[in-house]
């Protein structure tokens, strides 16, 4: 029996404390229809709402399955404590004052952890949170109003959890016709985390989905493991995350003390679940009751079908952009649909029938017929009611039949599109989902909703693992890196690390130089341009001839090269590798001689960074000098699959030109992705050690011509040994992405264009 069982499902409820907040507990269960006791504690009333009251803990007839606590900080745990030593199966802490204080209040987290010690293995939900209403069986542990009503028996509806209790109770008075079966709030989660409740809910088989308000996760392993559980039940979840903004985030520390973790790296974790996101309460409830009908679309083809050429055009905009498609009719599809409305109508996808079959049930049922018969994964149907104070809604419903009967007759999906809130009533919602069709309401909305159960259906397609197994592979990431690649050699074991806490600085002792951060990465398996240190100009001289113009010269210990002028490129001769070095060596510790890379088709950034949650987290973009002001990037937890690593890749911007933009010579992205993999392991097999990896450009040559390391940034917790820095060129290791040298400098197969030709060896 799962941990939350008793107090999910209770059949026996206690109400502790007085005030306006416990008796209202009580009140809502009796006025709900709870079949089970209902056990109310005050030390001083006989009764409360009409119930007998008990005067302690110690007097109830037995140990409750469900106890609300509406007492102070202080009292609440000794009364956890005692529920405990009785043996109830859980508690709703009401109380604020906790760690969620923070450091205006010094007892908060002092109090938070002497209540975690009082619970022992009895659930505690919260503090700080208004609790459960279970609709399912009437039972509810909520001090507030709300404004759902009891499920049906036999009918399924929406689990929600929230971390905002005044979210959870603005929840509950929506007027859309979302069923809800439960409806949690988690608090502090000081005990119970928001993966362990949502785990608890999705069991039920009364839930037909699930909504998450997320300001923070409680574990990663938790959610990978609800994940993986929803799709098994075949139960999509949607996610409300916030913390975009650094204000969102800074209030989510405020209100919960919760980890919130960047919000780029959230985003791909809930991307690698399979858990889709949206950005609005609205857009959050439509997807709920999207879900709640149908569950995860097969894909994202689309129909839609108004009487209006500009209802028509609104939805094919509120489309664009996005991974929905209203897909161009076939030629017998096109003639099918034709045939049924005449030639005065012009058909296409978006539709508009016009309103020559208005009201016309029989003209407007072969007309959806046809259009429906499509094969696509939704079909919508545009239709905004009359206001019933003013007007009648009678001439709207032949409509509606004549949707519900092509929906039937195609076994197709179907949903009634408002392109206003207020145009489609909670009665009408009602009686569209008793005939199968899902009301939608707002037309980006329903968008939104669309794109999310897509996107599932789509993640629970691919043959990736599961996410347990994606936790297992996180953690094993050093075997996964070694049998990756082989014959590479590992780099000098390193200590355990420390946060950098600010931008590497000129020969700090964290930050190795470019050259020492290169040979640990060509020791890696990494293709590197071969390069030599240099001291001095004369060194600069003799180590460019050796390595054969052009070549490229940098500052050593400088961190962004091209801000302070710190890189000289395409130097051709002895004489400008010499004008170069007497410019360069009073920057930094020494100087870097490095061969170009020519034949270059674009530049990435691959970027890690340790987030405090997640660990390990690339970012994979459009590189060069102009990565902050294009902001064409793509987040990807590690380790990342290859096929993630090629979505990354192909869903940047920069991505056509990848792929031979305009007739320009296509590039290795086979070897692109074989490094951006390399690096990968580099660092998960250091992860003790590597705070952050910086690597712009990666330079992608033409195919077959590898993808080549121009410039690395690297920051660690502690000093590296640099033995292998010393001197070394790319000729001392073999190279997993390339050839051990740089390429012959292929020619582009076109005439370079401005700023472009010779790529650099890193800036």
Same mark, same amino acid.
Not at 142 to 154: A, N, T, V
């Given at each position: ?197 949502? &785990?608890? &809910? ?195 419903? /032949? ?44 037309? +980006? ?80 398996? &990494?293709? +590197? ?86 660990? /390990? ?40 030109? &990848? ?83 740089? /390429? ?20």
């Amino acid at each position: 029996m799962n941990r939350l069982e008793r107090l999910l499902r209770p059949k026996s409820i206690a109400v502790i404390g007085g005030g306006a907040f416990a008796p209202n507990v009580v009140k809502q269960s009796l006025k709900m229809g709870f079949a089970g006791d209902v056990w109310p504690v005050h030390p001083k009333r006989d009764e409360v709402e009409g119930v007998k009251a008990y005067r302690s803990v110690s007097d109830l007839p037995g140990a409750p399955d469900a106890v609300f606590i509406g007492v102070n900080r202080f009292a609440t745990i000794d009364i956890v404590r005692e529920l405990a030593q009785l043996g109830a199966g859980g508690a709703i802490c009401f109380a604020a004052g906790f760690l969620e204080a923070g450091a205006d209040d010094e007892d908060g987290e002092r109090l938070q952890a002497e209540l975690i010690e009082a619970a022992g293995t009895m659930p505690v939900i919260g503090p700080n949170c208004y609790g459960l209403i279970n609709y399912a069986d009437g039972a509810l542990l909520w001090p507030d109003q709300h404004g759902g009503q009891r499920l049906e028996p036999g009918t399924r509806g929406a689990a929600i959890i929230t971390q905002s209790s005044n979210i959870a109770c603005n929840l509950t008075m929506q007027q859309r016709g979302l069923p809800v079966a439960f409806l949690m709030t988690a608090g502090n989660q000081a005990q119970t985390g928001l993966s362990e409740m949502a &785990l608890g &809910l999705i069991e039920d088989e009364r839930v037909s989905c699930l909504g998450l308000h997320i300001e923070g996760f409680d574990k990663v392993d938790g959610f990978e493991r609800l994940a993986a559980r929803a799709r098994e039940l075949n139960k999509p979840i949607v996610a409300m995350k916030v913390g975009r903004s650094e204000q969102a985030r800074a209030a989510t520390i405020s209100h919960t003390a919760s980890l919130a973790g960047s919000d780029a790296a959230s985003d791909a974790f809930l991307k690698r679940l399979g858990i889709a996101r949206v950005n609005s309460i609205p857009s959050f409830l439509e997807t709920l009751k999207l879900l709640h009908a149908f569950g995860s679309l097969a894909g994202g083809t689309l129909s839609s079908m108004s009487c209006s050429g500009g209802e028509a055009s609104v939805m094919a905009d509120s489309a664009e952009g996005r991974k929905l498609r209203f897909p161009a009719l076939s030629e017998e599809h096109w003639a099918h649909v034709k045939s049924t409305l005449g030639s005065f109508v012009a058909v296409a996808n978006p539709l508009d029938y016009h309103t020559f079959i208005w009201n016309d049930e029989p003209a407007m049922t072969a007309t959806f017929t046809a259009m429906v018969s499509g094969g696509f994964d939704l079909n919508m149907l545009v239709l905004d009611f009359p206001r019933n104070d003013r007007c009648s809604d009678a001439d709207w419903w /032949p409509t509606v039949r004549a949707f519900e009967a092509a929906l039937k007759s195609n076994n197709a999906r179907g949903a009634v599109v408002a392109s206003m809130l207020e145009n489609l009533t909670e009665t009408h919602a009602a009686e569209l989902f008793r005939r199968g069709i899902v009301p939608l309401q707002g037309i +980006v909305e329903a968008m939104d909703a669309a794109e999310a159960a897509a996107f599932i259906g789509e993640v629970w397609r691919r043959s990736s693992p599961l996410a347990g197994e994606v936790s297992a592979q996180r953690t094993e990431g050093v075997g996964r890196g070694s049998a990756r690649r082989k014959g590479a050699s590992s780099t000098a074991a390193m200590t355990p690390p420390g946060p950098s806490g600010h931008p590497p600085l000129k020969g700090e002792g964290n930050t190795p130089n470019e050259a020492e951060a290169k040979a640990l990465l060509r020791s890696a398996g &990494l293709a +590197v341009p071969q390069g030599v240190r240099a001291a001095s100009v004369a060194e600069a001289e003799s180590a460019a001839e050796k390595l054969g113009f052009p070549v490229a010269l940098k500052a050593l210990g400088v961190a962004h090269k091209s801000e302070l002028g710190a890189v000289r490129l395409n130097l051709r001769s002895t004489d400008d590798v010499r004008s170069a070095a007497e410019a360069l060596l009073p920057l930094g510790s020494g100087l870097y001689v490095e061969r170009m890379v020519e034949g270059g088709v674009a530049e990435l950034i691959v970027g890690v960074t340790r987030d405090e949650l997640f660990g /390990p987290v690339m970012t994979v973009g459009t590189g060069g000098v102009l990565v902050e002001l294009l902001k064409d990037s793509a987040t990807l937890l590690l380790p990342a699959s290859r096929a993630e690593v090629e979505a990354a890749l192909r869903g940047l911007k920069m991505f056509p030109l &990848l792929d031979g933009y305009r007739g320009r010579p296509k590039a290795d992205v086979a070897a692109a992705i074989d490094a951006i993999l390399a690096i990968s392991d580099f660092v998960l097999e250091q992860a003790d050690t590597i705070e952050e990896l910086d690597i712009n450009p990666l330079i992608v040559c033409g195919e077959g011509k590898g993808a080549w390391i121009a410039d690395a940034l690297l920051v660690t917790s502690s000093p590296l040994a640099t033995q292998r820095a010393e001197g070394v060129t790319s000729e001392d290791t073999p190279s997993r992405t390339a050839a051990a040298t740089p /390429p012959d400098r292929p020619s582009s197969g076109h005439p370079p264009l401005k700023g472009e030709g010779i790529v650099s060896a890193g800036e």
